[in-house]
């Protein structure tokens, strides 16, 4: 940023660590829906992604665990907010947390479990952008545009809340229903056609 004008080209974002975090992206969402289809399925195909959820889990280990040794020698500014005292400990729940629920998952996945793998998953990209939110806070577009600097208007704000206060009771309507709806598993008899 050049007088809050972007001053970069247009491949800066383009580095080996922003594809190596694309290809951490496509693991966890791969796992994601591999433990949906274990929710949703059975037979065969619930079989098959129960072999691979297990693989998939231990991909996705090892990528958290580079992105979370990769991000901090890459950034400084990030390393001193995750290992300097007190901030080490306030946040040492979110590695450790992560390790928890991948033991859970494996043994989910390991006693042929139908739910407890996706929402183990869900918890697992939760705390994936948990750490994210901890490295880049309070900046939104790193390193150096912060919350409240891309902040709208206080009265751009209240419309905004007023807005969203009317629609998301009518979202959390159709999610609700929609989940009514498709609830239980889907056999070779069932058709949603």
Same mark, same amino acid.
């Given at each position: 940023?050049?007088?809050?004008?972007?001053?970069?080209?247009?491949?800066?974002? #383009?580095?080996?660590?922003?594809?190596?975090?694309?290809?951490?992206? &496509?693991?966890?969402?791969?796992?994601?829906?591999?433990?949906?289809?274990?929710?949703?399925?059975?037979?065969?195909?619930?079989?098959?992604?129960?072999?691979?959820?297990?693989?998939?889990?231990?991909?996705?280990?090892?990528?958290?665990?580079? !992105? +979370?040794?990769?991000?901090?020698?890459?950034? @400084?500014?990030?390393?001193?907010?995750?290992?300097?005292?007190?901030?080490?400990?306030?946040?040492?729940?979110?590695?450790?947390?992560?390790? !928890?629920?991948?033991?859970?998952?494996?043994?989910? &996945?390991?006693?042929?479990?139908?739910?407890?793998?996706?929402?183990?998953?869900? !918890?697992?990209?939760?705390?994936?952008?948990?750490?994210?939110?901890?490295?880049?806070?309070?900046?939104?577009?790193?390193? +150096?545009? +912060?919350?409240?600097?891309?902040?709208?208007?206080?009265?751009?704000?209240?419309?905004?809340?007023?807005?969203? #206060?009317?629609?998301? @009771?009518?979202?959390?309507?159709?999610?609700?229903?929609?989940?009514?709806?498709?609830?239980?598993?889907?056999?070779?008899?069932?058709?949603?056609?």
């Amino acid at each position: 940023m050049v007088n809050r004008q972007f001053a970069g080209g247009s491949l800066d974002w #383009l580095t080996p660590f922003t594809l190596f975090c694309g290809a951490a992206l &496509v693991v966890a969402y791969a796992l994601l829906g591999c433990t949906w289809l274990i929710m949703k399925t059975e037979g065969k195909l619930q079989e098959q992604m129960h072999n691979l959820a297990r693989p998939l889990a231990f991909v996705l280990l090892a990528v958290i665990g580079i !992105v +979370s040794i990769w991000t901090p020698l890459a950034h @400084p500014e990030i390393a001193s907010r995750w290992f300097t005292l007190p901030n080490l400990f306030w946040f040492l729940p979110v590695p450790i947390l992560v390790l !928890v629920t991948m033991y859970g998952l494996i043994r989910a &996945v390991a006693r042929n479990a139908n739910y407890m793998p996706f929402l183990l998953t869900l !918890v697992l990209i939760f705390l994936g952008y948990s750490g994210l939110g901890i490295s880049l806070w309070p900046n939104i577009v790193p390193p +150096s545009i +912060s919350i409240w600097d891309a902040a709208a208007p206080p009265q751009s704000q209240g419309f905004m809340l007023v807005g969203t #206060l009317f629609i998301i @009771p009518f979202i959390l309507g159709y999610t609700f229903w929609s989940y009514y709806v498709f609830r239980g598993k889907v056999t070779h008899e069932d058709g949603y056609h």
